[in-house]
């Protein structure tokens, strides 16, 4: 069955539809959410309450964008409102900025290897933070690799060649930060 189809029956107070949308597009707002806030945990979190929403909002579906475009403007803004909340909660108990740590299995990299990508990793996430939001969030959106430039415009409410523009100039000030914190074309 169509998402069009799942849709109306959806909107008639099919609960299985509904349920079948969500399961056909779980993973794509898992990875909206998850280009956002970068944890899975928050990132499940933020997808749950995307699809809730959108059950509370089936019926303002229109049909104007896929049903999938819908939902996954849904889940970015979900998403921004509870990276939001979590800055807020974390500026509430920690003074300056946290310190992440990661695992690495048995058998992986050499520790030169693993401090350099973690360096980078940092470096990287550092900055793409430092970025204004109207180049972070497409940013993250295209990195997610989830979505055309179309879908892109869609969820962030923006013109096609806007968003292409706003990647374009992200990706562009990375390359030159990276390169002035020491990381060149290898």
């Given amino acids: ?27 794509a707002v898992f990875r909206a959410a998850m280009a956002v806030l970068g944890s899975p945990s928050e ?10 929403a959108a059950y509370r909002q089936l019926g303002s579906f229109k049909g104007a964008a896929s049903f999938k475009t819908w939902l996954l403007a849904i889940a970015w803004r979900r998403a921004l409102d509870h990276r939001r909340r979590l800055r807020s909660r974390w ?10 740590y990661e695992l690495w299995p048995a058998g992986g990299p050499s520790p030169e290897r693993q401090l350099i990508d973690t360096r980078l990793g940092g470096d990287v996430r550092r900055l793409v933070n430092g970025l204004p939001e109207r180049l972070r ?50």
């Fill in 1 to 27: 069955m169509s998402d069009h189809e799942l849709v109306a029956r959806a909107q008639g107070g099919d609960h299985a539809a509904f349920g079948q949308l969500v399961d056909e597009h779980r993973g």
């Fill in 43 to 52: 990132a499940d979190e933020a997808a749950q309450d995307a699809f809730v």
């Fill in 137 to 186: 969030s497409p940013l993250l959106l295209a990195a997610s690799g989830d979505h055309t430039y179309e879908e892109m415009a869609v969820i962030l409410g923006k013109r096609v060649g806007t968003v292409k523009w706003q990647v374009s100039e992200a990706r562009r000030l990375l390359r030159e930060r990276l390169a002035t914190l020491g990381y060149g074309d290898e």
């Fill in 91 to 100: 500026r509430r108990f920690v003074s300056g900025e946290g310190v992440g």
